[in-house]
């Protein structure tokens, strides 16, 4: 289930954010789950991955000087989970702010109608970047050239699934047994993210998956890779092939 937030600054067409701009939401999201059953889920520092995913769109970056970003408005907020209370929470949130957070308004709320996917091979859009990472400390970041590519988007499901499987029970959502993906073809480049005041070697792009539907399904829900929570592997459906 997802949740598209257009966002404006209230000072006029041209904002202002710092480079890491994927901390001011993370902070949003602390303040829209306070005091709710998901609060110590967003909080956790813990390493057990998010339920949720989102991702931050921009109409127009004017120009990037240093650590900040001069964009021209609306920017896009979109927010995705399989659990609906998540959404439900958030969309109630929004809709009852004048301001959200730093002068930011909001100027429209959308609730699409879920996407169910029933093709074996999907193409899908990273919205953003995403990040893919493996054990070795010197070769951390997966990138996507890389011959384990395939490897390490297929362990970061299965770890996802297993760690994550209790969680989205006690929400009374059900998730999918990990079976592998295999990447049919990918068109993606390096983007380095700027994040938490160090570089992230992040990919965006598109990359055509052929899998279970349903484990498909719960990409395209929660996010693709790693760090889901802050902001990287929110996906789009480009088009699925029958």
Request: aromatic share 12%; no cysteine.
């Amino acid at each position: 289930m997802r949740i598209f937030v257009k966002i404006q600054p209230e000072s006029g067409s041209e904002g202002k954010f710092p480079a890491d701009y994927r901390r001011i939401f993370m902070s949003l999201l602390k303040q829209v789950y306070k005091r709710t059953p998901f609060e110590e889920i967003v909080n956790s520092h813990d390493r057990i991955p998010k339920p949720y995913v989102f991702s931050v769109g921009f109409n127009k970056i004017k120009d990037i000087s240093g650590d900040s970003i001069i964009f021209e408005s609306p920017i896009f907020f979109n927010f995705s989970s399989s659990i609906p209370q998540m959404v439900g929470y958030l969309y109630n949130y929004i809709v009852s702010q004048d301001s959200i957070m730093n002068g930011l308004k909001v100027a429209g709320v959308d609730l699409p109608v879920p996407k169910i996917i029933t093709s074996k091979t999907v193409t899908f859009k990273i919205m953003g970047s995403a990040v893919l990472t493996r054990a070795e400390k010197d070769r951390y970041y997966v990138l996507p050239e890389d011959n384990d590519f395939e490897e390490a988007l297929n362990h970061s499901i299965q770890v996802r699934l297993n760690l994550s499987r209790e969680l989205f029970e006690t929400f009374g959502v059900r998730i999918p047994n990990f079976k592998p993906v295999k990447v049919v073809n990918k068109n993606l480049r390096k983007v380095p993210a700027k994040h938490y005041g160090g570089y992230i070697e992040a990919f965006s792009g598109t990359i055509t998956l052929d899998g279970d539907p349903d484990v498909l399904s719960f990409l395209h829900e929660n996010g693709l890779g790693v760090r889901t929570g802050q902001g990287f592997g929110m996906l789009k459906v480009v088009r699925e092939w029958h």
